[in-house]
């Protein structure tokens, strides 16, 4: 079943690196075994977080509604605290969705993008995972890569790591090392950028109450997954979430600078910025403009006043 609904994307998977592979053995790189299998998932990884931006953005806006509607959501809770009857449940449930189709927005929206790379990162993790099988004449080819392709790929390293090497199968101390870097900054980059999310684009409102504490409690444990079973990925997988918590650490800060929510610290740190640049803008604007100099060597002559004519 899993084979089935998976087979499709790793086909588009492998297309993709192969493509780009392609593209940069034609640019000059060394075919075969070497940093350009390095470079295409890389490139996949760009390719599906340029594919993901419209939804990012959609991502924001219920993210914004969310952050809008917790005052609102604070005193429907309020309202009901304490009431356990069925018909008070339902009433604060269906009060609850009215807020939430109201704002346009729903709990899930911030998640969206992680769920949607879910079937990329299996897809990518399945066929790094069977490139020695096929390598070896045991599996079929996947789209392009078939044994010889996926002898090559299997071979390319990254200082040392082949991309299909996995922290507790492999025995080589230098694949270990680079495996636990990758690791570490995986988790790391997630972590500040969940944090830049939370501590400067929300509103005193939205950092408080149980969805509040249900995020905070998010920062915290969702890297330490990912730090935990990162031992279980093959390094080109490592490599795919490494770039893209890169990717969306620079796509969140530029959101944050240009977008802020609105009564977030980012949005009081915009306005400052525009008042400033406005300030600046008014004081050039109000100095005098320079009188025009007089060419050298040439005397400005007096200007000669009309004589009143006798009567």
């Known amino acids: ?56 953005f959609k991502q924001i806006k219920a993210s914004r509604g969310m ?12 309202k009901y605290k304490g009431k356990t009857d069925p018909a008070s449940r339902e009433a604060m449930g269906r009060e609850t969705m ?11 929206a911030s998640c969206l993008p992680l769920l949607l790379q879910s079937p990329i990162f299996f ?18 080819a996947i789209g392009p890569i078939d044994s010889r392709i996926a002898g090559d790929i299997e071979s390319s390293s990254l200082f040392g790591a082949q991309l299909s090497d996995i922290f507790r199968t492999t025995d080589d101390t230098a694949s270990r ?34 969805m509040a504490s249900t ?28 770039i893209s918590n890169l990717w969306s650490m620079g796509q969140q800060f530029y959101t944050i600078k240009r977008m802020p ?3 977030s610290e980012a949005e009081r740190l915009l306005k400052e910025r525009q008042a400033r640049k406005a300030a600046a803008k008014g004081a050039i604007e109000a100095e005098p403009e320079p009188e025009p100099e007089q060419p050298r060597g040439q005397r400005q002559q007096p200007k000669r006043k009309n004589r009143q004519k006798r009567g």
Do not use: C
Request: glycine fraction near 6%; hydrophobic fraction near 55%; aromatic fraction near 10%.
């Open 1 to 56: 079943m899993i084979d089935t609904i998976l087979y499709p994307i790793e086909w588009v998977v492998a297309w993709i690196m192969y493509g780009a592979h392609a593209l940069f053995t034609t640019l000059g790189m060394q075919d075969g075994v070497g940093l350009a299998w390095v470079l295409s998932i890389v490139a996949l990884t760009i390719v599906i977080r340029v594919a993901l931006i419209p939804l990012f």
């Open 67 to 78: 952050q809008m509607m917790q005052p609102e959501l604070q005193a429907v809770q309020k």
């Open 98 to 108: 009215e807020l939430y189709r109201k704002h346009g927005t729903n709990p899930m």
């Open 123 to 140: 897809a990518l993790f399945r066929v790094l995972n069977n490139l020695q099988s096929i390598a070896n004449g045991n599996k079929d």
């Open 177 to 210: 090392i680079v495996v636990i870097v990758l690791i570490v900054i995986m988790s790391a980059t997630m972590f500040f950028t969940q944090r830049q999310l939370t501590m400067k684009n929300m509103p005193k409102a939205a950092l408080e109450g149980p």
């Open 215 to 242: 995020q905070k409690m998010m920062l915290y444990i969702l890297p330490v997954i990912f730090l935990i079973s990162g031992i279980n990925f093959p390094v080109g997988v490592l490599i795919y979430w490494v």
């Open 261 to 263: 929510a609105p009564g």
